[in-house]
């Protein structure tokens, strides 16, 4: 998980598919996150895991717009 302005100033996780999934933020350059963490990772399917993963986002990058 890092922090880029790419996402806002959000956080972004780094997939071991080796592409980027948004965390917490809004995208504010096209192609830099191939999706949603929350949707394209978790499915919805573990809805606690991915809101651990969003706090703790929030926490570590706390200048998402």
Do not use: R
Not at 10 to 25: E, I, P, Q, V
């Amino acid at each position: 998980m890092a922090c880029s302005d790419a996402v806002g100033g959000g956080a972004y996780l780094n997939a071991s598919d080796g592409k980027n999934y948004l965390l917490t933020g809004t995208i504010t350059e096209p192609g830099f996150v191939q999706g949603n963490a929350g949707t394209d990772l978790w499915d919805g399917e573990d809805g606690d895991a991915y809101a651990m993963w969003v706090d703790a986002g929030a926490k570590f990058c706390p200048d998402q717009a």
